[in-house]
């Protein structure tokens, strides 16, 4: 495999005055070993392995070093991944008594994926575990790490291979490209349904409360639905995209917190892959107002997902007297939810 920056001279696009690669002629490289880390960190930190079975409790709890080299070459929509990475993970386990629970042993170790290649993207890549304390319990859990941790880490890895088939952070450049041509076909539909849309508003205008807007947002991605409820269901994927702390109730009733606690609020009604409805407020709003967020999940055909959010009473002042709420509550499900899951993994369309 060449190395990155390393390939034939005559393919890889030479800088033109302004920075256009015509007609996408020439390969056009990019580097993606940041977001190989991004994306792997986000896919195997604090991942559940054991969760009791045999009272034993094992967690992956983060990626710690992932190096090598990475990147996409891409000429006239072709998609060429290139990758040679080594991987190191920590995990924790502990043996707790059968009868109190209390703990009897907690351990430390580390993963080791020392080979993960483009070159072997259709096999799983060799898995090392290794324990700190080698004494019988020690290396139960090590044992027990095997035996379930790694299906649940060629998993992860497999995603991850897939996405840097349909290529990683370009991928949602080159679907955009696929779409333009069809652009011009659909505008007359676009003006048409512009119109209704534009009556539906005036009608809706008048049921809103005073004081109150609705905002609504249908968004378009590369996955399956149940992919999709899963990331926005899950504290860990959350904390992975957003950078923040998350805490996610997967009960109705539960409550969550997202964004180090800038937004709260409860869950009303979930279904894995179809439904999310929960009650949802910013900390700046005024005292006792909550928001309703409706997230529906179609998928028109597999692997295309549409969500439409729906989020009702968003109040049009904060308690600061800011009148920019409903614009920065939209931009913020706009920019630093859809558009951050669409880049970490990979769901362009």
């Known amino acids: 495999m060449a190395k990155f920056g390393e390939g034939d001279k005559r393919w890889i696009v030479s800088d033109r005055p302004d920075g256009t690669n015509v007609h996408n002629w020439h390969w056009a490289e990019t580097d993606c070993l940041d977001y190989s880390r991004n994306l792997l960190s986000s896919l195997l930190s604090n991942l559940a392995v054991l969760s009791g079975e045999g009272n034993l409790y094992i967690t992956l709890t983060k990626v710690d070093r992932v ?50 290649s483009d ?21 139960r859990l090590r044992e027990a790490f095997l035996a379930k941790g790694k299906g649940l880490l060629w998993e992860k890895i497999r995603f991850y291979v897939e996405n840097m088939a349909k290529g990683g952070p370009c991928r949602e450049e080159l679907e955009a490209k696929k779409v333009a041509p069809k652009e011009e076909k659909k505008a007359e539909e676009k003006a048409v349904g512009a119109k209704v849309e534009k009556e539906k508003a005036v009608t809706k205008k008048s049921e809103e409360r005073k004081g109150f807007k609705t905002i609504k947002l249908t968004e378009r991605f590369s996955c399956r639905a149940v992919d999709m409820f899963e990331i926005l269901m899950d504290e860990n ?54 928001s309703t967020v409706k997230l529906t999940f179609d998928e028109p055909e597999p692997g295309v997902t549409v969500i439409k959010l729906v989020q009702t009473d968003v109040p049009e002042e904060d308690r600061y007297g ?28």
């Open 237 to 290: 994927r959350w904390k992975g995209f957003t950078q923040s702390n998350a805490r996610i109730s997967r009960e109705v009733g539960g409550e969550f917190s997202i964004f180090d606690g800038s937004v709260t609020g409860t869950n009303v009604e979930l279904q894995p892959g179809k439904l999310i409805v929960q009650k949802w407020r910013f900390g700046s709003w005024p005292d006792g107002i909550f």
């Open 67 to 116: 190096d090598g080299e990475a990147y996409v070459n891409v000429r006239k929509g072709k998609i060429i991944p290139g990758y040679e990475l080594s991987l190191t993970l920590s995990w924790e386990g502990e043996a707790r008594d059968e009868t109190t629970g209390e703990v009897i042993l907690r351990v430390e170790g580390l993963v080791e994926v020392p080979y993960l």
């Open 322 to 349: 800011n009148e920019t709420v409903v614009e920065n509550t939209e931009r913020g499900w706009r920019d630093l939810i859809f558009h951050k899951i669409r880049a970490i993994f990979g769901f362009g369309l």
């Open 119 to 139: 070159e072997n993207a259709g096999e799983d890549p060799e898995i090392r575990v290794s324990v700190k304390d080698e004494g019988p319990i020690g290396r």
